[in-house]
């Protein structure tokens, strides 16, 4: 028979995490007036972005006791659009959230991303949410916001981190105003000029910008027509321009800049409309602007996601181009793959090295998302190298073989994290199939693993306080059984009790007694 096994009530915050000493750690420091305080909080973040915020609420469903720190007094004024790509999608059905965000967005087909050249979507992509989400970027982070603080999560706004010291037991940050405050750990989800890296004396090597564009969305004065005629002339001298309509009247205004200048000062509409004039003869009569913004193509990668108690996740960890609209929801993944983790830690059944793949796992996507921004840049160039290779990229993405590879490169539903030898399915994410109880990403809605039995033979046995069980004969799969980690990647694919367990030890740690 096929049934979905739910645990007790979740362990309470008493229990004692498995700590590491002073030496594991160059330059950890041991301070006895910080060693010996209690911690205040497991976790502090740093920063309610949409990064932040998911990963607040991944701890939370551990019962993890989290405090939010965002330096803004208030959300974003600005509405600016923003992406959500199919694998943050899918993550967002696995916790419940998908239909609360879909709501507020708008759906259109998962093609032309890559460079942007337009190709049409792959038919059948390997999704059941195969498509992209246009969403107001104020909306997404407050409804993620909003998640959080019902899931139990403290959020302090106007709260900057100065400084922080660890030490063998927790963290101390202390804040702008000399407040200090004791945790666990400290995870910097800080944005590109993050202070946790920079306090941390993490590397982030990489590229300065080369060339800056505009980027806006505003009203215009003239017809539809006359927009897309001007704006296929201007094409075949300068790629990096675009006048989109989103409806309402409003466009989405991309423009070279005239140089690179100091991203702090943000530009004004005067300088939309030079530029305008400059490139296309006009400067289409806009007006109106919702938000005026910057943008470079610096392309930068943390040398390291952790050291010690201190983690670093989304744009403090790496920034690039905002071509493809990847950056949002690189940010969002990384959350989701750590939060299991940290929280694992914390609550005392993490395996050893468990934290360490948060590293090993998410530091080659974002190498990846790097060097795939980096050439679509180069293709938006009007060098003639650059042209002849874009024509015959744009000839090769004809094949669906071709097209359906940069697609699932960019929505991110291509990652394979590397879990040994074994079949292709294992250390992909598994698409939401039909199970009996409906579909299988309602049963994630916990951040808990589970074991999808088609044999109905198999047990979680001791690991039934981690891991969900569910036997369903008539599951859509062509594998006996897998073990999903609560981030929704195969963990484990087979039939053999024996080898379960090792695979259960290995993700979830030692069994209950």
Same mark, same amino acid.
């Given at each position: 028979?096929?049934?979905?096994?739910?645990?007790?009530?979740?362990?309470?915050?008493?229990?004692?995490?498995?700590?590491?000493?002073?030496?594991?750690?160059?330059?950890?420091?041991?301070?006895?007036? %910080?060693?010996?305080?209690?911690?205040?909080?497991?976790?502090?973040?740093?920063?309610?972005?949409?990064? #932040?915020?998911?990963?607040?609420?991944?701890?939370?469903?551990?019962?993890?006791?989290?405090?939010?720190?965002?330096?803004?007094?208030?959300?974003?004024?600005?509405?600016?659009? @923003?992406?959500?790509?199919?694998?943050?999608?899918?993550?967002?059905?696995?916790?419940?959230?998908?239909?609360?965000?879909?709501?507020?967005?708008?759906?259109?087909?998962? $093609?032309?991303?890559?460079?942007?050249?337009?190709?049409?979507?792959?038919?059948?992509?390997?999704?059941?949410?195969?498509?992209?989400?246009?969403?107001? +970027?104020?909306?997404?982070?407050?409804?993620?916001?909003?998640?959080?603080?019902?899931?139990?999560?403290?959020?302090?706004?106007?709260?900057?981190?100065?400084?922080?010291? *660890?030490?063998?037991?927790? @963290? !101390?940050?202390?804040?702008?105003? &000399?407040?200090?405050?004791?945790?666990?750990?400290?995870?910097?989800?800080? #944005?590109?000029?993050?202070?946790?890296?920079?306090?941390?004396?993490?590397?982030?090597?990489?590229?300065?910008?080369?060339?800056?564009?505009?980027?806006?969305?505003?009203?215009?004065?003239?017809?539809?027509?006359?927009?897309?005629?001007?704006?296929?002339?201007?094409? /075949?001298?300068?790629?990096?321009?675009?006048?989109?309509?989103?409806?309402?009247?409003?466009?989405?205004? @991309?423009?070279?800049?005239?140089?690179?200048?100091?991203?702090?000062?943000?530009?004004?509409?005067?300088?939309?409309?030079?530029?305008?004039?400059?490139?296309?003869? !006009?400067?289409? #009569?806009?007006?109106?602007?919702?938000?005026?913004?910057?943008?470079?193509?610096?392309?930068?990668?943390?040398?390291?996601?952790?050291?010690?108690?201190?983690?670093?996740?989304?744009?403090?960890?790496?920034?690039?181009?905002?071509?493809?609209? +990847?950056?949002?929801?690189?940010?969002?993944? %990384?959350?989701?793959?750590?939060?299991?983790?940290?929280?694992? +830690?914390?609550?005392?059944?993490?395996?050893? !090295?468990?934290?360490?793949?948060?590293?090993?796992?998410?530091?080659?996507?974002?190498?990846?998302?790097?060097?795939? !921004?980096?050439?679509?840049?180069?293709?938006?160039?009007?060098?003639?190298?650059? +042209?002849?290779?874009?024509?015959?990229?744009? /000839?090769?993405?004809?094949?669906? /073989?071709?097209?359906?590879?940069?697609?699932?490169?960019?929505?991110?539903?291509?990652?394979?994290?590397?879990?040994?030898?074994?079949?292709?399915?294992?250390?992909?994410?598994?698409?939401?199939?039909?199970?009996? *109880?409906?579909?299988?990403? &309602?049963?994630?809605?916990? $951040?808990?693993?589970?074991?999808?039995?088609?044999?109905?033979?198999?047990?979680?046995?001791?690991?039934?306080?981690?891991?969900?069980?569910?036997?369903?004969?008539?599951?859509?799969?062509?594998?006996?059984? @897998?073990?999903?980690?609560?981030?929704?990647?195969?963990?484990?694919? #087979?039939?053999?009790?024996?080898?379960?367990?090792?695979?259960?030890?290995?993700?979830? $740690?030692?069994?209950?007694?």
């Amino acid at each position: 028979m096929d049934s979905l096994r739910l645990p007790a009530e979740p362990p309470s915050n008493d229990t004692v995490e498995r700590d590491f000493t002073v030496g594991d750690v160059p330059g950890l420091r041991s301070p006895a007036s %910080d060693a010996d305080r209690a911690p205040m909080f497991d976790v502090i973040i740093a920063g309610c972005g949409p990064t #932040g915020a998911t990963l607040a609420a991944e701890l939370r469903l551990h019962d993890v006791r989290v405090l939010v720190l965002e330096k803004e007094t208030a959300p974003k004024s600005f509405v600016r659009i @923003v992406g959500l790509h199919v694998r943050s999608l899918e993550l967002m059905a696995m916790r419940g959230l998908l239909e609360r965000i879909l709501q507020h967005g708008r759906q259109r087909p998962a $093609g032309g991303f890559f460079a942007a050249i337009n190709k049409p979507a792959p038919k059948d992509l390997d999704s059941a949410h195969a498509y992209l989400l246009g969403i107001p +970027q104020p909306v997404i982070e407050r409804l993620l916001e909003e998640h959080v603080i019902e899931l139990g999560a403290r959020v302090r706004r106007g709260c900057a981190v100065a400084g922080f010291e *660890q030490d063998d037991k927790g @963290v !101390t940050v202390e804040l702008a105003d &000399g407040e200090q405050l004791r945790s666990r750990y400290l995870v910097g989800c800080d #944005g590109g000029r993050s202070t946790v890296r920079k306090l941390l004396g993490v590397g982030f090597p990489g590229e300065l910008s080369r060339t800056e564009t505009l980027m806006g969305e505003m009203e215009v004065g003239v017809p539809q027509e006359e927009i897309a005629a001007k704006v296929a002339e201007v094409h /075949e001298t300068h790629r990096p321009f675009w006048l989109r309509p989103f409806g309402e009247g409003i466009y989405s205004v @991309v423009v070279p800049a005239a140089g690179v200048s100091d991203r702090a000062e943000p530009p004004t509409l005067e300088d939309f409309k030079q530029q305008l004039r400059t490139i296309a003869g !006009t400067d289409f #009569g806009v007006h109106s602007p919702r938000w005026l913004s910057r943008f470079g193509d610096a392309t930068r990668l943390a040398e390291r996601y952790r050291v010690g108690r201190v983690l670093l996740a989304g744009d403090a960890a790496h920034i690039h181009p905002p071509i493809g609209g +990847q950056g949002l929801n690189l940010g969002v993944q %990384d959350a989701f793959n750590l939060g299991w983790k940290l929280a694992a +830690q914390i609550r005392g059944w993490a395996p050893e !090295t468990l934290l360490d793949t948060y590293q090993a796992e998410r530091h080659p996507v974002a190498e990846d998302v790097l060097d795939n !921004t980096r050439a679509q840049m180069e293709l938006l160039s009007t060098e003639p190298g650059p +042209q002849a290779v874009r024509r015959l990229l744009t /000839e090769l993405m004809d094949l669906d /073989e071709v097209n359906r590879h940069l697609i699932e490169k960019i929505t991110a539903i291509g990652i394979r994290y590397d879990f040994g030898e074994g079949p292709d399915l294992l250390g992909r994410r598994l698409r939401d199939i039909d199970v009996k *109880q409906g579909h299988l990403y &309602g049963l994630l809605h916990r $951040g808990r693993g589970l074991l999808l039995d088609r044999t109905e033979r198999l047990t979680v046995g001791g690991w039934s306080d981690r891991v969900d069980y569910l036997a369903d004969p008539t599951a859509a799969l062509d594998v006996p059984c @897998v073990l999903l980690r609560p981030d929704g990647h195969v963990a484990w694919i #087979g039939d053999d009790q024996q080898d379960l367990d090792a695979h259960l030890s290995r993700w979830f $740690g030692k069994p209950a007694t």
